[in-house]
């Protein structure tokens, strides 16, 4: 068995109106280790529950750190929620791009490779790292981002253990990449990924249009340390969930 984890993000399966310390401890019980972007409220409940708190979202998913005028607001929003990171063992923050709005793309690539740079510095011993989220321009209109290569070269120049990619095989799959080629290239810099079926976003099949199983059986044991999030939409996500998590361990056998 592979040593990876399962995690599942609250914006999916967590509905409002949910008592959140048995969601969670139901969680637990499915197999998952980790819950992803919970809410400061409900963060207590969710380590009292067994279950590490993968990540939280940063600000600046449209309006990002590609334009030089969001700087300033962005970093300190971000530092912020660093101290709430370290005080609930969070290891990572979701940070973004931005929209283009008709900016190129060199112009920023640039501006967020300065800004990231400045941002890891200001973090540096926290013990809190950032994770850049690439997104599909379809679902996410105008999102700058939106190929693996803005974030795996990000990485790359950054070169900062800090600074990992997370990699949504959805999105990438949406936006015309291929995750599988050249994967032992990239696996050093992605800290997470997040999977979902490639048909409306929805339950990942096993005999859907991205092969999970051939894609996790292609990878390294030791090159990947992270989470493998469920990041689906479903009416039923109790099922669901549970029946995720018995289909990916069963891939990694």
């Not at 990876?4 to 139901?26: H, I, N, Q, V």
């Not at 998913?61 to 709430?84: A, C, H, P, V, Y």
Request: net charge negative; charged share 30%.
């Amino acid at each position: 068995m592979k040593p990876w984890k399962l995690s599942a993000p609250d914006w999916c399966f967590f509905k409002e109106g949910t008592d959140s310390a048995s969601y969670y401890r139901a969680l637990k019980n499915m197999g998952y280790e980790g819950a992803e972007m919970v809410a400061a409220e409900r963060q207590k409940d969710a380590l009292n529950a067994g279950l590490e708190i993968v990540n939280i979202s940063g600000p600046g998913m449209t309006d990002g750190f590609n334009r030089k005028e969001n700087r300033e607001k962005l970093t300190s929003e971000i530092l912020s929620l660093t101290d709430q990171a370290i005080r609930n063992r969070i290891a990572f923050i979701i940070v973004f791009s931005g929209n283009r709005c008709g900016i190129s793309d060199e112009e920023g690539f640039g501006n967020c490779l300065e800004a990231f740079g400045g941002l890891l510095e200001k973090m540096r011993g926290s013990g809190v790292g950032l994770l850049f989220e690439m997104l599909n321009g379809e679902d996410h209109k105008d999102y700058q981002a939106d190929t693996e290569w803005f974030g795996l070269e990000l990485a790359r120049q950054l070169n900062d253990p800090a600074f990992k990619i997370l990699y949504d095989i959805y999105h990438m799959r949406k936006s015309g990449c291929d995750p599988l080629k050249n994967l032992e290239d990239k696996l050093p810099f992605i800290g997470h990924f997040h999977v979902a079926g490639l048909e409306g976003r929805g339950f990942p099949e096993e005999d859907g249009a991205i092969d999970y199983r051939s894609f996790f059986r292609s990878v390294p044991e030791d090159k990947f340390h992270g989470y493998v999030g469920m990041e689906f939409l479903t009416e039923h996500p109790e099922h669901d969930l549970a029946l995720a998590a018995k289909q990916f361990r069963d891939y990694w056998k």
